[in-house]
């Protein structure tokens, strides 16, 4: 099964949302069908969180997450086994049943592979008359299947994850989507305005319908079109806000996809890839904490590796949770943007804001136990003396329920956990090192020969001299310029172009804040780190500590002197040319790019640690790659080749000097 390729100027990757999150749990995990109707009020009383289209009724997705009902599921007649011995959610199918009987089979052979059965597949009772016209034209047909044959109900969550990876993986239909597959909760959720959930799905106002924890979620779509699958939450999660870093985060989960694996889940070939295509950045966050969560990680763990407060020296937390920051830093960038975020298992249940809390939420406990936590006060109404402690999340930090132990989880005891868990201080003591206390004792000459004939031969213009190097070099005054780039676009011009102008910075979907390392120092830094990345992110080991840490990503030639000649600790570094015979043309440059290529998979077959690209090899038969080429090349080689996303490459890049495009690092 295919799916349908799209057209026009729409691109699924742009998908980002604006929302209102809500989260309603009984801290004792007892269930009624109160909380949920509780649950469906603080939805509802969110509409104005929500879009909808022109008709006033077509909305950009709406949904709620639930524990599973299982005295509710015997009534309906189908003979599941005990609780936690069945898996059970909502599929959306095409209509069409051709289409729809071929899905199936596809789900059946799976789910049969993993030595289960799928016992039951029942229709859920739906409401269209109250649907916009929009959304009426691409409703699905909405399926709930029942999976049985457990054996080992530890292991069921994780095997009910890989038949739906598998299944994902072979059905590729604009119109199939599984909701959720699981043991614990399950997710009731469309194309549809916040109003319109309790009416659209009948199941919700049935008295024997209960549950003991409720997420909900109303979607802004911001820019982009909505859809019934985009709606939220999604298995683990729901998001108010967007990932800015979107594109690099997926980027660099699809590397390392092929050198990852885990005790629990094996070798993850098979259930790649981790992040489901066409998806938004909010679902693509979503796989990839269910992944680490099935991969072993509890749920704090996960959320404060991918969504990490600051550590820095004015944020006062302990040195071990610093070091359990910088470490997990090392093997995952963060997954960077405004965002509240709730999330739960069906057990857990819990929330945490991003390191600049751009995205706010409240909560409030009852005296008999109930927490309400929302993007905003007034979503539930209480009498003040019901009211035992009210609050609000705050950057960085997480608040959980256990609602099986009915325990509130703060966020100081969850990083005291985790920090400790592991010897990380140690770890990096012993493994990092630091390039501010290196000293090489040499002499660096920091004058070029052929200065005039350098500045010409890698695009630098007397403005760039001028209003913008000298400002920052003498005084360290910003340069003064327009916001914008305002030139033409290089694709369209016929004078010779630097390769970083035919790019243009990516912003963000939403107008935030200015923001910069200066003057938010509290929650941006400039660290880099240079090295070759562990085979296997997902068990901890100091060996992924073998870093070199940079305080910023310029260098001056001394500190790149050192980078070059590092022989502590067992690094090992080299150097490689990246410059092409001028004579031979295109076919030059093409030989040298292959050349390249092969020196740097060959240097990390050795084990070097990191890999130094330089163009100072210019001369008048020689001419320098572009560095971003050169960059870009090397890495797609290595990873279409091998899967090998192992190794950074520190690039002395002379060409990367518009800021817009890239950091200038002297050579």
């Known amino acids: ?51 909808e289209g022109a008709d006033n009724k077509t909305g950009d997705g709406a949904g709620i997450m639930l524990q599973i009902p299982h005295e509710f599921i015997l009534l309906q ?22 289409e729809q009987a071929g899905i199936l089979s596809i789900m059946i052979e799976e789910i049969e592979r993993e030595g289960l059965t799928l016992m039951h597949l029942r229709n859920v009772p739906t409401n269209p008359a109250c649907l916009g016209k929009d959304a009426r034209a691409t409703e699905p047909d909405i399926k709930q299947v029942f999976i049985t044959g457990v054996t080992d109900a530890d292991s069921l969550e994780r095997t009910l994850y890989i038949i739906r990876k598998k299944i994902e993986k072979r059905v590729r239909h604009t119109d199939f989507y599984i909701v959720s597959l699981s043991a614990k909760n399950i997710i009731y959720k469309g194309m549809l305005s916040s109003m319109q959930v309790r009416e659209y799905f009948p199941d919700l106002t049935q008295p024997y319908f209960t549950s003991g924890l409720a997420l909900v979620h109303s979607r802004f779509s911001t820019n982009t079109f909505p859809t ?45 890839p981790i992040i489901q295509p066409g998806m938004s950045d909010s679902a693509s966050l979503d796989n990839v904490l269910e992944f680490f969560v099935m991969s072993g990680l509890s749920l704090p763990h996960a959320m404060a590796m991918l969504v990490p407060e600051s550590f820095n020296d004015k944020n006062p937390i302990s040195e071990d949770l610093k070091a359990f920051y910088e470490y997990h830093s090392i093997l995952m960038e963060p997954w960077d943007g405004p965002a509240a975020l709730l999330f739960s298992d069906g057990r857990f249940a819990g929330g945490m804001l991003d390191r600049n809390g751009l995205r706010p939420a409240r909560y409030l406990i009852t005296n008999n136990d109930m927490m ?147 003057r938010e120092e509290l929650v941006m830094s400039l660290t880099e780190y240079i090295g070759a990345v562990g085979m296997n992110i997902l068990v901890p080991s100091e060996s992924h500590c073998k870093m070199v840490r940079l305080p910023h990503p310029v260098l001056n030639n001394t500190q790149l002197d050192i980078l070059c000649n590092i022989r502590y600790k067992g690094f090992n570094t080299v150097k490689l040319p990246i410059v092409f015979e001028v004579s031979k043309g295109k076919t ?57 996303a192992r190794r950074p490459v520190a690039g002395i890049w002379r060409q990367c000097h518009q800021s817009l495009h890239g950091l200038r690092r002297t050579g």
Request: proline letters at 5%.
């Open 372 to 518: 309400v936590v929302a993007s905003e006060v007034g979503v539930m109404d209480f009498e003040p003396g019901e009211i035992k402690e009210k609050g609000r999340l705050q950057p960085g930090k997480i608040l959980m329920i256990d609602t099986e132990q009915g325990k509130i989880y703060y966020d100081g005891e969850l990083k005291e956990q985790l920090a400790s868990a592991r010897p990380y201080r140690a770890w990096l003591s012993a493994n990092r090192i630091e390039l501010d206390t290196l000293k090489s004792g040499r002499k660096i000459d920091n004058r070029i020969d052929g200065y005039d004939r350098m500045l010409r031969t890698f695009g630098f213009s007397r403005e760039d001299i001028e209003r913008t190097l000298m400002p920052m070099c003498n005084t360290g005054a910003e340069p003064i310029a327009s916001m914008g780039n305002d030139t033409p676009l290089a694709v369209l011009s016929d004078r010779p172009q630097l390769l970083f102008n035919y790019f243009r910075q990516q912003f963000a979907q939403v107008t935030n804040p200015a923001i910069d390392p200066i």
């Open 588 to 644: 030059g440059l093409q030989e040298a790019l292959n050349d390249l290529c092969k020196q740097a998979e060959q240097s990390v077959t050795d084990g070097v640690n990191y890999i130094i690209l330089s163009d100072r090899f210019v001369d008048d038969t020689h001419a320098a790659i572009p560095s971003l080429l050169a960059v870009s090349a090397d890495c797609r080689k290595r990873r279409d080749s091998r899967g090998d």
């Open 228 to 272: 019934w699958s985009l709606a939220q939450p999604f298995r683990l999660l729901a998001h108010n806000g967007e990932i800015n870093t979107i594109r690099g985060n997926r980027g660099w989960m699809e590397a390392r996809e092929s050198v990852l694996s885990s005790p629990a889940l094996g070798d993850v070939k098979d259930i790649r």
């Open 1 to 51: 099964m295919v799916k349908t390729e799209q057209t026009g100027l729409y691109d699924a990757t742009n998908e980002h949302d604006a929302c209102g999150v809500g989260m309603v749990v009984n801290i004792h995990g007892n269930k009624s069908h109160e909380l949920v109707d509780s649950a469906l009020k603080v939805l509802e009383n969110m509409r104005h969180r929500g879009a």
């Open 77 to 98: 007649g189908i003979p599941v086994p005990e609780k936690g011995k069945y898996g059970t959610g909502l599929v959306f199918l095409p209509k069409d049943e051709k």
